[in-house]
């Protein structure tokens, strides 16, 4: 069975940082792209960052580029997502997500697309204070 759960959220000041976790079983990591998505209240899934398999490269979305580093823990099969100069309107709740298709495109933005995600975790809430 294949499990994906986040930890880490929590609420912080704006300019704090947090580290988000995604413990994976039943897959592994390196094997998969990954990918870190957050969703505000009254907003749609955006796909933030993505730590590719099938290309060996890192995707980060305009609105965490510079701010958000995404990397992976091949031997504890952990995904993370270092969080910097957190601001109020990152607050969202934040989910993991794994696609095993080996996707090859030239467009960043399909690493961050959420619906070629089949597997998702639960998610954990990061709240940001201003």
């Known amino acids: 069975e294949v499990q994906l759960v986040e930890s880490g959220g929590g609420l912080v000041q704006a300019g704090g940082s947090l580290r988000l976790s995604c413990a994976v079983s039943?897959?592994?990591?390196?094997?998969?792209?990954m990918a870190w998505f957050r969703q505000a209240p009254g907003k749609e899934r955006e796909g933030i960052s993505c730590?590719?398999?099938?290309?060996?490269?890192?995707y980060y979305s305009n609105s965490v580029k510079g701010r958000f580093t995404i990397t992976s823990d091949n031997a504890k099969n952990v995904v993370y997502l270092q969080m910097d100069a957190l601001r109020p309107d990152d607050t969202a709740i934040y989910y993991c997500?794994?696609?095993?298709?080996?996707?090859?495109?030239?467009?960043?933005?399909?690493?961050?697309?959420?619906?070629?995600?089949?597997?998702w975790g639960q998610g954990t809430q990061v709240t940001v204070s201003s």
């Open positions: 730590i590719s398999s099938s290309t060996g490269r890192s």
């Open positions: 997500a794994a696609d095993g298709s080996l996707r090859l495109s030239p467009l960043a933005s399909d690493y961050l697309r959420p619906q070629n995600y089949p597997r």
């Open positions: 039943g897959l592994a990591v390196d094997e998969y792209n």
